[in-house]
């Protein structure tokens, strides 16, 4: 019972963390894990513990507070965040959606928190939810 239990939360563990997919091939249907990036783990922990984001992307200083991660429909890691503050192409502050390959310096750091008023609509660019702070975190739906 014991060998059960330690399989069951390391299953567990894997797909709170990892990226756990389907595949196919010569040997038949498995599973493909893969386990998420250092900035993934980094938004993850900004997200649970309500901390912004200082990161660059596409060149560009932003300040943020994430507040939905997981994959796109690529099977890449992506972030919904509320750009508040840094540098931008338009207006701020305004959701900004961030493919998390291609954010550089990323670090968290304790601040107020910020979001914008069309949250709760239905957003695209995150896919696969693995978190989502209104839902996981604050527990408002």
Known sequence: ?????????ALQFLSTVAHI????GASGIG???QMPSPTYILFRNAILAEQQVVCTYEGRHRELCPHILGTNK????AVLAWQFAGESSGKLPQWRWLRLADVRNARARNGAW??????????TCVS????????????LR
């Open 74 to 77: 690529r099977g890449e890691e």
């Open 21 to 24: 997919s389907p595949t196919s």
């Open 31 to 33: 599973l493909s894990i």
């Open 128 to 139: 696969n939810i693995d978190l989502d702070i209104n839902i996981h975190v604050r527990k």
């Open 114 to 123: 910020y979001e914008g008023r069309s949250h709760r609509s239905s957003q």
């Open 1 to 9: 019972m014991r060998r059960n239990t330690l399989r069951y939360c």
